[in-house]
């Protein structure tokens, strides 16, 4: 299991209901989010936690307001900010002020992705679809085999591809709660080759698996 440098947080707040929620937490190697210079606006916080809930640090994040709100519609919009990993971290708090507005808690250890497949639907995967559909991208996980622990979750996945043997990534799938992605084919374009990058994460933790695939067979 590998521990990244940094985690990318996602959150949805609505301003008019005074409420917030974790989106996405994925770890990664993103550079960090810089939160020296003094903020301008509504800003809302950040605090990691330690497993007995134990306040670690806090990042002020900005508010940014969604692009477009009709008349009448409730002001929403997202924190988004990139945070130090931290051994230690056992949890996420979003803060409005002093307000908790939404708890995270990271899934099951997470377990290396094995048996990534992909194919259209001449391998069966899509029954009934045209020759050349977006081919679909398969994985199993042991953590799925069995009953998980009381008040645990099962892992989410990241789905990557390469066409130019891993000198640069495009996400095909973020979050995802079951093994399984479909990859628009036009991504797949003038390459003999591609990588496919299956990650399993619990927030905090991840394992990764990497397959290659000649385009020609799917």
């Given at each position: 299991?590998?521990?990244?440098?940094?985690?990318?947080?996602?959150?949805?707040?609505?301003?008019?209901?005074?409420?917030?929620?974790?989106?996405?937490?994925?770890?990664?190697?993103?550079?960090?989010?810089?939160?020296?210079?003094?903020?301008?606006?509504?800003?809302?916080?950040?605090?990691?936690?330690?497993?007995?809930?134990?306040?670690?640090?806090?990042?002020?994040?900005?508010?940014?307001?969604?692009?477009?709100?009709?008349?009448?519609?409730?002001?929403?919009?997202?924190?988004?900010?990139?945070?130090?990993?931290?051994?230690?971290?056992?949890?996420?708090v979003l803060l409005d002020g002093a307000t908790e507005m939404d708890r995270y808690a990271p899934g099951v250890v997470p377990t290396k992705p094995k048996n990534v497949q992909a194919g259209g639907a001449q391998f069966g995967l899509l029954p009934g679809a045209a020759p050349k559909a977006d081919p679909v991208i398969t994985w199993e996980d042991d953590t799925l085999g069995g009953p998980l622990p009381p008040g645990s979750k099962p892992p989410t996945y990241l789905v990557q591809i390469s066409t130019d043997s891993g000198k640069s990534w495009t996400t095909v799938g973020l979050g995802l709660q079951k093994p399984e992605v479909s990859v628009d084919r036009q991504l797949l374009s003038n390459a003999s080759e591609v990588q496919v990058r299956v990650t399993a994460t619990n927030g905090f933790r991840s394992e990764s698996t990497t397959q290659s695939f000649s385009t020609k067979d799917l």
């Open positions: 299991m590998s521990m990244s440098p940094s985690i990318h947080v996602v959150g949805n707040i609505n301003l008019t209901k005074g409420s917030g929620k974790f989106m996405h937490v994925t770890p990664g190697s993103a550079p960090l989010t810089s939160l020296s210079t003094p903020l301008i606006g509504k800003t809302f916080t950040i605090q990691t936690v330690d497993t007995a809930g134990t306040p670690l640090s806090r990042f002020q994040v900005p508010f940014r307001l969604s692009a477009c709100l009709g008349p009448g519609e409730d002001e929403t919009g997202s924190v988004d900010v990139v945070i130090p990993n931290d051994p230690n971290i056992g949890g996420l």
